[in-house]
């Protein structure tokens, strides 16, 4: 599976976007991005992914470089509740790929 | 509700006293898998699960054994746990998107 390159951390204010960006520069054809995010110790929850079209679903929109070299999760009103660790992962699609690869991921703190 | 469930949530046992980690999922999700997470560490996968009867070593597999004799049950197991196995242990199922996590296991081996 490609790495991934996330910034450390992040603040954001409440109601404001947020924007997390994440680096893949060696991603493949195949693989596929995707978002989770961790909030305190809970079990990572999925949030997005995408190929190289941009996504959006009710909790986060995806936007993919032309040349798939990096992405951006954009959360378009950010509530406190968004406070948590979010992770970048690179995954080919198929079905017997093995496992995400977790980094470490960005923490986001949303300040009212 | 589509979920995974682990148990116990909270465990402190003993150097030496096998233990084992329940790991249960409602979606017949073929693919499971364990992992550990440690402060400046992350999340580290111990063993995967492709279907029945497969298993295989992530990357940090050493000092515990796990089994899949059902699809639904993916149980982790401490032969003779160590401190330096103290950590929060999730459960993962997918098929082939989406990963569920359950809520974690806190396990201290004194």
């Known amino acids: 599976d490609a790495k991934t390159t996330q910034p450390t951390s992040m603040d954001c204010a409440e109601g404001r976007a947020a924007n997390l960006p994440c680096n893949h520069s060696?991603?493949?054809?195949?693989?596929?991005v995707y978002w989770y995010r961790q909030i305190h110790s809970q079990g990572p929850q999925y949030i997005i992914h995408g190929l190289k079209n941009n996504e959006t679903n009710e909790m986060a929109s995806l936007i993919i470089t032309e040349d798939r070299k990096s992405s951006t999760l954009i959360l378009p009103h950010a509530t406190l509740r968004d406070t948590a660790v979010y992770y970048c992962i690179v995954r080919g699609g198929s079905y017997n790929n093995n496992d995400m690869r977790f980094g470490a991921g960005t923490r986001l703190t949303v300040k009212p | 509700e589509a979920q995974v469930t682990q148990n116990p949530r909270y465990l402190i046992t003993v150097t030496g006293k096998k233990l084992t980690v329940t790991c249960s999922q409602n979606m017949n999700h073929e693919y499971m898998s364990w992992y550990r997470q440690d402060p400046g560490l992350g999340l580290r996968q111990i063993y995967y699960s492709m279907n029945v009867e497969v298993t295989d070593k992530g990357d940090v597999p050493e000092g515990y054994k796990v089994s899949r004799k059902e699809k639904r049950n993916f149980p982790l197991i401490l032969e003779s746990p160590s401190p330096n196995q103290t950590s929060l242990y999730f459960c993962?199922?997918?098929?082939?998107?989406?990963?569920?996590f359950g809520q974690g296991t806190r396990l201290t081996v004194v």
């Open positions: 993962a199922s997918r098929w082939n998107t989406e990963a569920f």
């Open positions: 060696t991603i493949s054809g195949n693989e596929y």
